[in-house]
């Protein structure tokens, strides 16, 4: 038996903000998009590499407030990139665990939580 990857669902209630935050600031791409009809709620797929994260404006797909942790092998530089665009909504900070990984938290605007880190799984 083999399961596969998962992927989140995370709760955003502005596209522009979800765009801007998810798009420009962390520099996912968007894969594709879907409305029932023009006025209806927007549900997306945004990925960088790896990292395969939907969104969705649809009540009931996930509450605000979610936590997700996101492994790299290139945290430092991931960093780095982020403080260099200036986003004036966050300026996350690298912190080191007890357990001997580095992570870096940052609040999307609508309060889900992604933490990116360099503990990798075997």
């Given at each position: 038996m083999s399961f596969g990857k998962t992927t989140p669902i995370l709760?955003?209630?502005d596209e522009r903000k979800a765009r801007e935050f998810y798009v420009d600031f962390l520099g996912f791409k968007v894969d594709w998009e879907h409305?029932?009809?023009p006025g209806l709620p927007l549900y997306l797929q945004v990925s960088r590499d790896g990292c395969v994260i939907h969104l969705s404006e649809h009540h009931g797909d996930?509450?605000?407030?979610?936590?997700?942790?996101?492994?790299?092998?290139e945290l430092a530089a991931f960093?780095?990139?982020?403080?260099?665009?200036?986003?004036?909504?966050?300026r996350p900070g690298l912190q080191e665990t007890p357990w001997g990984s580095t992570?870096?938290?940052i609040s999307d605007?609508?309060?889900?939580r992604l933490t990116f880190t360099n503990a990798i799984s075997v």
């Open positions: 709760r955003i209630f409305r029932f009809e996930g509450c605000p407030g979610a936590a997700l942790r996101i492994e790299t092998d960093h780095r990139e982020l403080l260099a665009k200036a986003y004036s909504h966050a992570d870096m938290s605007p609508f309060g889900n």
